[in-house]
Antibody
Framework: QVQLQESGPGLVKPSETLSLTCTVS?????????WDWIRQPPGKGLEWIGS???????YYNASLRGRATISVDTSKNQFSLRLSSVTAADTAVYYC??????????WGQGTLVTVSS | DVKMTQSPSSLSASVGDRVTITCRAS??????LSWYQQKPGKVPKLLIY???TLEKGVPSRFSGSGSGTDFSLTISGVQPEDFATYYC??????????FGQGTNLDI
């Protein structure tokens, strides 16, 4: 059974870059699915950030105006998110998820990232 | 961009009720729609995919229907553990998935 676990700093300063990693166990990233990042500001709804395929193909939510970069490290079975120039509006719980043929069927537990000086 | 309009934003029900939540897409998304349940402080859980296919392990009281632009999630006989927030997600376009705004189902 696939398991996903997010990791990274819980506090990031404004204007800096948020970096998170999702470690996948129980399945190889090269199996053939997309792997996604989603976030949820406190008390608000879900927002899709973007996705990556093991070969490196990526898709991003245009509303992030080019600030997001998702990459994959198949040797470590991990994929990562970098979000630059963060503001308080980027404070959220960040989830990674497996994108199995256009459905998000396995999720990490989520990690809260707070943007504050 | 495909915009998803989910309604209602909140819904009150009693145990045993039949409830329906709807999502409308701003343009046709075929059946690229899934439904998720999220309880407070918990991870979203996939309930339905491809508009009407029940995810393995999800109780049969959950059902989904629709195609094109209009979709619905129905709970036939709400149980105490069903009180949660529900989201639809369109995945028609790989370059932009869009969630609905969410529906809070409470007692």
């Amino acid at each position: 059974q696939v398991q996903l676990q997010e990791s990274g700093p819980g506090l990031v300063k404004p204007s800096e870059t948020l970096s998170l990693t999702c470690t996948v166990s129980g399945e190889s990233l090269t199996f053939g699915y997309f792997w996604d990042w989603i976030r949820q500001p406190p008390g608000k709804g879900l927002e899709w950030i973007g996705s990556v395929y093991h070969a490196g193909t990526t898709y991003y939510n245009a509303s992030l105006r080019g600030r997001a970069t998702i990459s994959v490290d198949t040797s470590k079975n991990q994929f990562s998110l970098r979000l630059s120039s963060v503001t308080a509006a980027d404070t959220a719980v960040y989830y990674c998820a497996r994108d199995r043929t256009r459905r998000l069927d396995s999720w990490g537990q989520g990690t809260l990232v707070t943007v504050s000086s | 961009d495909v915009k998803m309009t989910q309604s209602p934003s909140s819904l009150s029900a009693s145990v045993g009720d039949r409830v329906t939540i709807t999502c409308r897409a701003s343009l046709s998304i075929s059946d690229y729609l899934s439904w998720y349940q999220q309880k407070p402080g918990k991870v979203p859980k996939l309930l339905i995919y491809s508009a009407s296919t029940l995810e393995k392990g999800v109780p049969s009281r959950f059902s989904g229907s629709g195609s094109g632009t209009d979709f619905s999630l129905t709970i036939s006989g709400v149980q105490p553990e069903d009180f949660a927030t529900y989201y639809c997600l369109q995945t028609r376009n790989l370059s932009l998935y869009t969630f609905g705004q969410g529906t809070n189902l409470d007692i």
